[in-house]
């Protein structure tokens, strides 16, 4: 089975309202990656946490990693029409060779 | 600088025939990575190329799909006498290093292959 699985499947909130999605694993990583699909072509890369690292911000943009729980969560503040997109974790998992993305969160931004 | 290139961006086939997919990496970056999307799901990890080193290929879901790349660059996945099930988004990344799960990886925008 995937290594990542983001929840919920898919989400839909109004403009400047909040999204929070969340990323679960099974083995242990070096670190997590979040990355964006627009329209089902290619990945935008946003963010990077490493397994040492509890918290990471980047613009609106928040990302926290628990790797007791073997989770992690972005967090998608003052949300705008353009964020409408695909949201895939991926985990580098220790001693392996391979990046692992999860099936994804289905994000809907109503005007 | 020019991100990571694909073509052809739309590929139509007939069950049966071979196509070749192509993914032009960013200049210097020394990983490239092939992945499929099929249609509402996650990627799945096909080939993993890293300088002149042995590929990694444990993700190929069959002898009917390989790939290659020459010289340190330009890579080409190439799919023989393909099945309806083949049909997906084939994505191609690169990375400026190797080392799994610690540099991001740049995707291209995908060829979309449908088998008839």
């Known amino acids: 089975s995937q290594q990542g699985e983001e929840d919920p499947q898919a989400l839909s909130i109004q403009e400047g309202e909040n999204a929070t999605m969340n990323c679960s694993y099974k083995?242990?990583?070096?670190?997590l990656q979040w990355y964006r699909q627009n329209s089902g072509r290619g990945l935008v890369h946003l963010i990077l946490?490493?397994?040492?690292?509890r918290e990471k911000h980047s613009g609106r943009l928040r990302v926290t990693l628990d790797t007791s729980k073997k989770s992690s969560s972005l967090l998608i503040t003052a949300s705008r029409a353009a964020d409408t997109a695909s949201y895939f974790c991926?985990?580098?998992?220790?001693?392996?060779?391979?990046?692992?993305f999860g099936q994804g969160t289905r994000l809907t931004i109503n005007p | 600088g020019a991100g990571v290139s694909q073509s052809p961006s739309n590929k139509v086939t007939e069950k049966g025939k071979d196509v070749e997919l192509r993914c032009d990496p960013i200049?210097?970056?020394?990983?490239l990575y092939w992945y499929r999307q099929s249609l509402g799901q996650g990627l799945e990890f096909l080939i993993y190329?890293?300088?002149?080193?042995?590929?990694?290929k444990s993700g190929l879901p069959s002898d009917r799909f390989s790939a290659e790349r020459t010289g340190g660059s330009v890579s080409t996945l190439t799919i023989q006498r393909t099945q309806q099930e083949d049909s997906a988004v084939y994505l191609c990344?690169?990375?400026?290093?190797?080392?799994?799960?610690?540099?991001?990886?740049?995707f291209g925008p995908g060829t979309r292959l449908t088998v008839t």
């Open positions: 991926a985990t580098g998992a220790q001693g392996a060779q391979k990046l692992v």
């Open positions: 946490i490493r397994s040492n690292e």
């Open positions: 200049s210097g970056h020394t990983a």
């Open positions: 990344a690169s990375s400026l290093y190797g080392g799994w799960g610690v540099y991001e990886q740049y």
């Open positions: 083995t242990s990583i070096n670190n």
């Open positions: 190329f890293q300088g002149n080193s042995a590929p990694d």
